[in-house]
C-alpha cells in the first residue's frame, strides 16, 4: 500500500478537494457494514496531516471510542509501513479530539454548537472536521434543525461527517435513497451509500457536490487494511 491510498488523498481527489468546510457528508448503510470505521479512518488521516479532527459519538463512552481510533490508526500503520509511528502518534494526539455524549436525548443541534465554543474558548482547538456517529436520527429531525446544523458548520468553517443507519425494507425514492434521508437532500453536499462484498466495502457516490449518481467512482474500503483504494 502506498500513500495514495490514505483515505483522505482517494476522498479529495474524487470530491476535488474534499467535503469542504461548511458541508455536510452522509455515510450510509445497514448495520455493521462499516459507517463508522470509514469515517474513523477519515478523521485519523486528518490529524495525521496536521489538521484538527473532532469525533463526537452519540452512546459510547471516550475510553471506548478512544480504543477503536487506536486500532485504526494501528492498522493504518502497519498497511503504510511507516517508519517513524512515534511523530505521527504524536500529531494524531495532538490534533484529534473526542468528546462523547450518553445518548441523543443528551445531544442537539445546540449542544453541537456548545461543545464547538467550549473546545475553542477552554482548549484553543477548532476543529477542521468533526465526526458525529449515533446521530441524528434522520426519521425525526427536522429541516429547521438541519438548516441551523448547517448554518454552525458554515460559521466555525468545519465539514462535518454523519452515519445514518438504514434497513432492507427502508421506503426509498425513485433514485433508490431511503425517505428518510431523501427529505434532508438539500443539506447534504455528499452522500455515499456502503455496498459490502466479501472481502471489501463497496463505496457507492449516490450525490457529490451537487451531483446525483456518480457511478463512475470505483472505490472501495478495506476493513484490514483501514485503507479505501480504487476498483
Known amino acids: 500500500m502506498t500513500e495514495i491510498n490514505r483515505p483522505l488523498r482517494v476522498l479529495d481527489k474524487v470530491l476535488e478537494g474534499g467535503l469542504g468546510a ?3 457528508g452522509v ?3 445497514r448495520h455493521g457494514h462499516g459507517k463508522v470505521a470509514i469515517l474513523t479512518s477519515i478523521a485519523i488521516d ?3 496531516d496536521g489538521r484538527n479532527t473532532l469525533h463526537i459519538s452519540v452512546g459510547k463512552s471516550v475510553r471506548q471510542v478512544r480504543a477503536f481510533h487506536d486500532e485504526v490508526l494501528e492498522e493504518i500503520l502497519v498497511s503504510l509501513d511507516y517508519h517513524d509511528n512515534g ?3 504524536t500529531n494524531v494526539e495532538r490534533h484529534k479530539q473526542i468528546y462523547a455524549v450518553p445518548d441523543a436525548d443528551h445531544f442537539s443541534v445546540e449542544k ?3 461543545i464547538l465554543n467550549f473546545l475553542e474558548l477552554h482548549a484553543q482547538f477548532v476543529p477542521e472536521m468533526v465526526e458525529i456517529s449515533g446521530w441524528p436520527d434522520f426519521d425525526n429531525t427536522s429541516s429547521e434543525e438541519f438548516s441551523r446544523f448547517s ?4 460559521q466555525k468553517q468545519c465539514e462535518v461527517w454523519m452515519t445514518a443507519h438504514t434497513h432492507l425494507k427502508d421506503e426509498c425514492d425513485s433514485h433508490g435513497i431511503p425517505v428518510f434521508i431523501s427529505r434532508h437532500l438539500d443539506f447534504i453536499e455528499v452522500l455515499i451509500a456502503l455496498e459490502p462484498e466479501a472481502d471489501h466495502v463497496k463505496l ?3 450525490k457529490t457536490h451537487g451531483k446525483s449518481d456518480e457511478s463512475g467512482i470505483h472505490l472501495e474500503f478495506d476493513p484490514n487494511t483501514m485503507l479505501i483504494r480504487w476498483r
Open 151 to 154: 448554518k454552525i458548520a458554515v
Open 46 to 48: 486528518h490529524a495525521m
Open 112 to 114: 453541537f454548537e456548545e
Open 87 to 89: 511523530k505521527v502518534l
Open 22 to 24: 461548511g458541508n455536510i
Open 27 to 29: 455515510v450510509m448503510a
Open 204 to 206: 457507492n457516490f449516490v
